[in-house]
């Protein structure tokens, strides 16, 4: 006899998701490479050690892309306007605006405004990109934010004058920006979305941190911040590119925004003590976590005809012909054509439920 609630079925279901996995690991690995830099890096210049993960992700993930003889890449003309707009906005723009309010501001203000691109992230989905959400999505990370913002500002934050602020809320702007139209090509191999943008957010940040007059360290801690980009910033962002793809920008935004959390866990394992605020934001932030877990949406929808290329299983939205048989659940990849279809199931604002509401 089944004696699982529907409720418990959603949430079981939802940790089944591949998007939902893959936020929660690449929160994992971005959250654990901030102490472990600086634990490594000790003094280092921001920007100096910003450039050297960058570069650690984009240096790893092209030289495993020549390892594994990864296809070229090839985007349609319209796919470079979004890819070139997440460069602009995330690799340079971004990172410009952090460096000139982070020189002019406090470190304890600025780690409490960085959480806006987490907002940011979320409002621009929900209202400019119309990605569909509720009440309870919503709810959800408004919990999740709170308690990132618990985390890093448990002393009080000091924000100075008004311009540096409004300088790292512009970064956040341009990160948020940059999420969304990155899940507009997150069908697009993202170990290679992941290289090309290390690849330039790597020399710029560096760029940056040389006009600061920062000094590159010794040769074993850059080779050690390298693989520690390599995972934190390279291989969480092929994840984070990959939960877009699943659950929707809002939804792997929210679950990545738990990313201090595992941070701040680390740093105890590390040393550090266990405070009332790290207790009170894991609480917030759990609770957000079971609202989206737990979330349900089902309706009738329609699909439009389209033809494009990604890596798939044969599953109720992908019931094409192939000359040789495919065994059920072999994932895949090659050019296929969805025909109209007309059904009701639960799901996400996932790259095939991109409906209006």
Known sequence: MNTSSPQNSSRAGALANRGVQAALVSAVLFGAGTPLAKLLLGEVSPWMLAGLLYCGSGIGLGLIRL????????????????????????????????????????????????????????????????????????????????????????????????????????????????????RKIALTDATWLAAVKGSVAGPVNLALAFLLGAHLPAAGNIAAALVVGFFAYGISLVLFIVAMRHVGTARAGAYFSIAPFFGAVLAIILGDA?????????????????????????????????????????????????AEPVSPGTWHKHEHTHEALTHTHEHYPDMHHRHEH
């Open 67 to 182: 390892i594994r003889r990864s296809p070229r890449v090839r985007l349609s003309r319209a796919e470079w306007v979004p890819l070139s707009g997440a460069i602009l906005f995330g690799g340079i723009f971004g990172p410009v605006l952090l460096m000139l309010g982070l020189s002019n501001m406090p470190a304890s203000g600025a780690s409490l405004l960085l959480n806006a691109e987490g907002v940011f992230t979320a409002v621009l989905a929900w209202f400019v990109f119309k990605e569909n959400f509720d009440r309870r999505i919503a709810l959800g990370m408004l919990a999740i934010v709170a308690g990132a913002v618990i985390l890093s500002a448990p002393g009080g934050a000091n924000f100075g004058s008004a311009w540096p602020s409004l300088a790292i809320l512009g970064a956040c702007l341009c990160w948020g920006l940059d999420n969304n139209l990155t």
């Open 274 to 322: 266990v405070t009332w605020p790290l207790v009170v934001a894991g609480l917030l932030m759990a609770v957000g976590i079971w609202l989206h877990l737990t979330e349900r949406h089902e309706h009738e929808h329609t699909h439009e005809p389209i033809t494009h290329d990604h890596w798939h299983t044969h599953d109720e939205h992908h019931q094409h012909a192939h």
